[in-house]
């Protein structure tokens, strides 16, 4: 059994920064792509920034320049560091890793860790 659990939320000024950190446990078959999803209050959930096994990186035009997802794969890890974070990033942040190239696939989300920005 995976499970993917979040750490480095919390509350920070406007103009600060965080850095999100996605572990996962278990056994991880293959080399997924990783990714930052977030979910503010009332709105649907939104890809925030990917990163595939190749290392290739994609970002929401939102927090690009602000926002760099890296990872390490001999840890099973995924980051996110946040900088000159606005009150519009205030959600909750998970991690997803997902592999559909080889058997077995699969899908995994994190609980989920709240960034707040606000002053």
């Known amino acids: 059994q995976v499970q993917l659990v979040e750490s480095g939320g919390g509350s920070v000024q406007p103009g600060g920064s965080l850095r999100l950190s996605c572990a996962a446990s278990?056994?991880?078959?293959?080399?997924?792509?990783m990714g930052w999803y977030r979910q503010a209050p009332g709105k649907q959930r939104e890809l925030v920034a990917t990163i595939t096994s190749g290392g290739s990186t994609d970002y929401a035009d939102s927090v690009k320049g602000r926002f760099t997802i890296s990872r390490d794969n001999a840890k099973n890890t995924v980051y996110l560091q946040m900088n000159s974070l606005k009150p519009e990033d205030t959600a909750v942040y998970s991690c997803n890793y997902r592999q559909y190239t080889t058997l077995p696939f699969y899908n995994y989300w994190g609980q989920g860790t709240q960034v707040t920005v606000s002053t």
């Open positions: 278990g056994s991880i078959f293959s080399i997924p792509t």
